[in-house]
Nanobody, 115 residues
Framework: QVPLVESGGGLVQPGGSLRLSCAAS???????MGWYRQAPGKERVLVAR???????YYADSVKGRFTISRDNAKNTVFLQMNRLNSEDTAVYYC??????????WGQGTQVTVSS
């Protein structure tokens, strides 16, 4: 069973918006949830993270454009992505860290920004 199920990726024009969703398929004692992305030929990097008390982190490249939020009751995390550009093209991976520091990953969802 895949621990995290992502949705919402796709093709969007520059300047457009997408909203990614990630739902945990089981019950976890969640410490934080976040989104990473990996562009072709590059390493996987952290985009945004939200901790169980609500504090957030954003990579400099997405500050002011992306917003991470969470529905605690549904163990779901969202990433609202606005003003997308070609450099945002990547596979986006959902990530969950539990209270034991165990890390879980989703299968990834492709985001392509192109005209």
């Amino acid at each position: 069973q895949v621990p995290l199920v992502e949705s919402g990726g796709g093709l969007v024009q520059p300047g457009g918006s997408l909203r990614l969703s990630c739902a945990a398929s089981a019950s976890y004692d969640i410490a934080s949830m976040g989104w990473y992305r990996q562009a072709p030929g590059k390493e996987r990097v952290l985009v945004a993270r939200i901790h169980n008390r609500g504090s957030t982190y954003y990579a400099d490249s997405v500050k002011g454009r992306f917003t991470i939020s969470r529905d605690n009751a549904k163990n779901t995390v969202f990433l609202q992505m606005n003003r997308l550009n070609s450099e945002d093209t990547a596979v986006y991976y959902c990530n969950l860290v539990d209270e034991s520091a165990q890390m879980y990953w989703g299968q990834g969802t492709q985001v392509t920004v192109s005209s």
